[in-house]
């Protein structure tokens, strides 16, 4: 009596074969499609006949230093290494750069052609590094896309460190000062003219494309109330180490009290010359020539003036200050965690005092003071629990009930008493 | 004698083998095309083959030939504000947004590559109100996408500390993916972010900080956040960090590459060190750390690049298939980098574009007033008349315009998805009377439709200057002297044909068709579009 077959061997042999079927199926289905750069089945199953063979000495040039707006070209070599004909076709590139000499497409075998990119440096813009790079499509089937890369550092006539002045969470009364470096790169350090703050802000100039009233403009604003500029030469120590930095001048901003609360935005503004820069174009030295007032650089100052007590926390919605709780059910209570920061000469008066909660159920307890970094700033954290059991309530700010709150004796002078909204509802 | 035979059939004892059979070759015909066909995530979730095609045609392909990884590392950063592409220039021209990006990391899960996603920061690059708002947006944004680690950029802690607190401080059971080594806000001891974060992703560890370079840290004048530097603060966390047992450890080095790779150097425990600066774009492949091992990540800017790293197994695997060299970690692991544009690709994440919807409703709902922008005087000190006003005398130049794109700017926000007509960012270029690249109204500029419907769209007044008081008088409704008169004329004058009107006009026109939103904008390519007689009636 003939046996029937073994189970594990038809499931051995299935495996296999349906496995070599499967990997044929998907393999026959990829060859078919139309070419899918970079799938890496089109790698292993290579044509067997002649290919073309792309070689390119290099893929990556660095034009190292350039003036803003000067443009700078480099060619790439093709060299058809394979039997058969080489097919270019331009990809993408930068934005701003743009690939020409690509007029022969067709590179045949053992020829070379070049391809050049084109880059303007930062056009209207700052100076910084750039990188840049433009998409090559071949038939080379290794080499299906090649993409070249410029790269280098292009250089404004000024380039500011950083490119503004911020002063975040001052006091009223708070006397402070902040710096900016502005480097240049001139033939010489710069001398500097004028400096100030203005009290209304423009753009901030674009340094090549500056306007030649563009001084005598900025003169016609008044001085900002709110603060004072000074100017001193940069140390050569922090220049030299600049590639193409030739001088530069340290900036001081200083608030002068009293602020309002809220955000100031203003303009510090440099004027400057460069010495026997007027009309110069010479290299190393800048493409446009000097403005007839001189230079003017300008960086934004901006600063946000609050009070000297403040809420923090993820439940803390500034927009509205208020505390956001939400619905939360009685079953399972809550608990989050706020922190009250005082600032300014009475932060060490501030012993905040629970005297009142909204709903009662809330407890809330005060955790110990602590400095912040050199203890300008002193931080109180607040653990607010709401317990299971709580009974139900709506303090949602709508029709149905008024926000909750929580009300605090604080121990400061001027701000002997805060309530912080709470907005919440217990529900069963 | 030929004996007809039944058809054989398996009997009870054979039948069972068959169905064995059936079953297993099933199974593996299917697993077989799996094996051989398993799709890269190399596009969005519902990516046509064709829009497929050709992007890869235009910004490259990605992960070319790459097995599957035991884990990858997708970096992001530097956004700088840049939330989604504008489209001013046509989306499909420009890279980068959150929603590309969140299709980014979705394709790698749905592929099964084992995923930790990692951002270096600066997610805005303002100060005021409205980065406030994108600041809240883009970090639960981050979280929506399940970022494992998050680092700080300069422009992010320049903003007031409240509002960097309840943007990252964890909520609830949720733990905030912000980390930073030398950073604390409210104090490094306050427990807001932790220092390092350690996650696992394929049956790897991983160790993630981040620290703000001491030069940045500089450029900040906040008394709410407590700062060390980057060095002492990575010395004091690193035993922790060694102690974890990492099979990988990751630096986000806000700061240049050359002090980026001074902190590698000081330590070497790191194997991926993202840093800021840099060119505009990320490297093709990025260079090794030290002794030809690990790796110094640039990202480019405005978000318009992510990079991955993947780290395998069996280096011979991924060295035969994939079509560049394969890096080694310190321990020897294989890696592979892949630059990632950011393009039209990945198509657009729901749950994103929702995201950027409620964002602009925001903007909506806090209105200019709300968004406390500051308003400064047009430096000629004059006010707008709207481009209406222009009509009776320039009839032949109001009719060019009348046809122009110009003349229909601001309903390009408002048909917008979502609409973008209540956001400064947007609106400085599509109406009259704004500072294009401060985002913020001149005095007597467009408030609204509702208020200045006359200075709604890119007008003639943004070119020529504010001309309420020249309107004024030539309507009659100001008695001025012919001098007077003349003058007023004249300051609205701009000719193109000297230099010194050509420099002003194409000025001008950059102001808002600059490299974002108007890369290949050329002024005598454009001019023809828009131009128009210079004679009046």
């Keep these: 009596m003939r046996r029937g077959p073994n189970a594990w061997i038809v499931a051995g042999l299935a495996a296999v074969v349906g496995t070599t079927i499967g990997g044929a199926t998907a393999v026959s289905e990829l060859l078919l499609r139309p070419l899918q750069i970079g799938e890496v089945a089109i790698v292993s199953a290579l044509p067997s006949g002649p290919v073309p063979r792309l070689v390119t000495p290099e893929v990556t040039f660095d034009f190292g230093r350039m003036t803003v707006g000067q443009k700078g070209t480099h060619e790439f070599a093709f060299t058809n290494e394979g039997e058969t004909d080489l097919e270019l076709t331009k990809g993408a590139t930068s934005c701003t750069c743009t690939i020409s000499g690509l007029e022969q497409n067709t590179i045949p075998p053992g020829e070379t052609a070049n391809v050049k990119l084109e880059w303007k440096a930062n056009p209207g813009g700052p100076g910084g590094d750039f990188r840049q790079t433009a998409l090559i499509i071949t038939n080379d089937p290794l080499r299906p896309e090649v993409t070249l890369t410029i790269q280098g550092k292009a250089f404004a006539m000024w380039d500011p460190f950083p490119s503004g002045i911020v002063f975040s969470d001052l006091q009223p009364d708070s006397v402070v000062s902040a710096t900016a470096k502005v480097i240049t790169h001139g033939v010489a350090p710069p001398v500097v003219k004028v400096v100030r703050v203005s009290q209304e802000s423009n753009v901030i100039t674009n340094p090549v494309d500056q306007d030649d009233d563009e001084v005598a403009r900025a003169a016609e604003v008044a001085d900002s109330p709110y603060f004072t500029a000074t100017s001193e030469p940069l140390d050569p120590s922090v220049y030299e180490a600049i590639p193409g930095a030739t001088g530069g001048m340290l900036l001081t901003v200083t608030t002068v009290p009293p602020l309002p609360i809220g955000d100031i935005s203003n303009q510090l503004e440099a004027v400057f010359t460069i010495p026997d820069m007027r009309g110069d174009a010479s290299e190393g030295g800048t493409a446009t020539p000097e403005p007839p007032g001189g230079w003017i650089a300008k960086l934004a100052v901006q600063a946000n003036v609050v009070g000297p007590l403040g809420v923090a926390g993820a439940n803390w919605d500034s927009s509205r200050d208020f505390v956001r709780v939400g619905s939360i059910s009685s079953a399972t209570g809550t608990q989050f965690k706020l922190f009250l920061t005082a600032k300014g000469e009475h932060r060490d008066a501030v012993k905040p005092v629970v005297i009142e909660t909204v709903p009662a159920s809330m407890k809330v307890e005060i955790g110990e003071p602590s400095q912040i970094g050199d203890g300008v700033v002193k931080r109180i954290p607040i653990s607010i629990t709401i317990p299971a059991g709580s009974p139900a309530c709506n303090h949602l700010g709508s029709q149905l009930g008024g926000l909750g709150r929580i009300v605090l004796e604080t121990g400061h002078p001027d701000v002997p008493k805060l309530t912080i909204p709470v907005r919440v509802a217990v529900g069963p | ?537």
């Excluded at chain 2, 680690?149 to 903003?159: E, S, W």
């Excluded at chain 2, 420099?503 to 600059?514: F, P």
Aim: charged share 20%; with cysteine.
């Design chain 2, 1 to 537: 004698m030929l004996k007809m035979m039944p058809p054989k059939t398996f009997g009870m004892r054979q039948r069972p083998a068959g169905l064995l059979l059936a079953c297993i070759l099933s199974w593996a015909v299917f697993n077989g095309m799996n094996a051989a066909a398993e799709a890269l995530p190399d596009r969005g979730p519902d990516t046509s083959d064709s829009v497929a095609q050709a992007f890869q045609q235009k910004n490259g392909s990605i992960f070319v030939g790459w097995p599957k990884p035991q884990a990858v590392v997708i970096l992001t950063g530097e956004l700088n504000g840049y939330v989604e592409p504008c489209g001013c220039a046509g989306k499909e021209n420009q890279k980068g947004g959150l929603s590309r990006r969140q299709n980014l990391l979705r394709a790698i899960t749905n592929a099964g590559w084992p995923l930790v996603s990692v951002d270096l920061g600066n997610q805005v690059r303002r100060f005021g109100r409205q980065a406030e708002v994108k600041f809240q947006s883009v970090a639960d944004g981050l979280r929506d996408m399940g970022y494992s680690a998050v680092g700080f950029g300069p422009d992010d802690l320049r903003l007031p500390a409240e509002e960097l607190i309840a943007a990252v401080a964890a909520v609830g059971d949720r733990e905030t993916p912000f980390v930073s080594a030398n950073v604390g806000l409210l104090g490094l001891d306050a427990g807001i972010t932790p220092r390092f974060q350690i996650v696992e992703a394929g049956g790897l560890t991983l160790g993630i900080t981040s620290v703000l370079g001491d030069q940045e840290a500089k450029t900040i004048r906040n008394d709410s956040l407590e700062m060390v530097s980057a060095a002492e603060a990575l010395a004091d966390i690193a035993p922790q960090m060694t102690a974890a047992n990492c099979d990988h450890q990751i630096l986000l080095a806000f700061t240049s590459p050359a002090e980026s790779r001074r902190l590698a150097e000081a330590f070497p425990q790191f194997d991926i060190v993202v840093t800021a600066g840099g060119g505009d774009e990320p490297p093709m492949i990025p260079p090794s750390l030290t002794d030809e091992t690990g790796v110094l990540v640039e990202l480019g800017h405005k978000g318009m690049y992510a990079v991955a790293v993947a780290f395998f197994t069996d280096a011979e695997a991924a060295a035969s298939s994939a079509l560049q060299p394969v890096q080694k970690s310190s321990s020897g692991r294989p890696f592979l980098t892949q630059r990632i544009p950011l393009d039209a690709r990945w198509g657009e994440s729901d749950e994103m574009i929702q995201l950027l919807a409620n964002y602009q409703l925001q903007l909506e709902t806090l209105g200019l007033k709300g968004l406390r922008l500051g308003t400064s005087r047009h430096p000629s000190g004059r006010t707008f008349a709207g481009s209406e006003s222009c009509a009776d005398c320039h009839s032949a130049a109001y009719d060019v315009w009348k046809d122009s794109a110009h003349a229909s700017a601001l309903v390009t926000l408002e048909e917008a998805v979502p609409n973008r007509d209540h956001d400064p960012e947007c609106l400085s270029c599509h109406v009259v009377g704004w500072v294009p690249q401060k985002f913020e109204p001149y005095e007597g500029g467009f408030l609204s439709r509702a208020e200045t419907p006359h200075l709604a769209h890119q007008g003639c007044e943004n070119c020529h200057g504010p001309a309420a008081a020249h309107a004024a008088v030539e309507a009659g409704d100001v008695i001025a002297s012919e001098i007077e008169q003349d003058r007023l004329r004249s300051e609205l004058t701009l000719d193109i044909a000297t230099p010194e009107g050509r420099k002003r006009a194409v000025n001008n026109c950059l102001e808002c068709h600059d490299l974002d939103n108007s890369p290949s904008f050329d002024f005598d390519e454009y001019w023809p579009a828009v131009a128009h007689p210079s004679e009046s009636r």
